[in-house]
């Protein structure tokens, strides 16, 4: 076998090690959130400002409740999409779209992994989960544009 076919044998059973280990886990996360990356869901105040838009955090929360109730839903059910829109409302696109390349290039072996495990279908169907997070991310962005309305 080849060098590069046993790097990407090894990422793909990394990722798909990875992702059973996070599923498996799951029902312990309910009690105790861990995310897989990123910081865990915080207390923000309502009256923190938005960096980028004329609201504050309590003016965004009430935006996506109202704008896209399915993906407030997510986020005030699941810790995991909670601490995602803290983390992104607080960002503009471009610098979300920085973060992700930086972490991307920091962790190439991570970010094959998992690329690898999405497409086996470790997260579920992969087109349903690219689908999902296009929609958040479209949420929030939606969210932060009309906050100051709410």
């Not at 009690?31 to 923000?44: D, E, R, W, Y």
């Not at 909670?82 to 930086?102: G, P, S, Y």
């Not at 970010?111 to 929609?135: C, H, I, M, N, Y």
Request: charged share 20%; hydrophobic share 45%.
């Amino acid at each position: 076998m080849s060098t590069s076919l046993r790097r990407t044998l090894a990422a793909a059973a990394l990722g798909i090690a990875t992702a059973a280990t996070v599923s498996v886990g799951m029902g312990a996360a309910q009690a105790a959130p861990t995310p897989v990356h990123g910081p865990a869901a915080k207390k923000i105040p309502d009256a923190t400002p938005v960096p980028g838009a004329n609201c504050n955090y309590g003016q965004a929360k009430a935006a996506i409740a109202a704008q896209d109730p399915k993906v407030w839903a997510k986020i005030t059910t699941d810790g995991h999409y909670r601490a995602h829109f803290q983390q992104d409302i607080m960002l503009t696109a471009q610098q979300r779209e920085a973060r992700d390349a930086k972490w991307r290039a920091d962790h190439p072996v991570e970010t094959v992994a998992l690329q690898t495990a999405e497409k086996a279908g470790a997260f579920g169907d992969p087109v349903k989960s690219a689908a999902e997070r296009k929609q958040f991310g479209a949420a929030v962005d939606r969210a932060r544009a009309n906050c100051s309305r709410f």
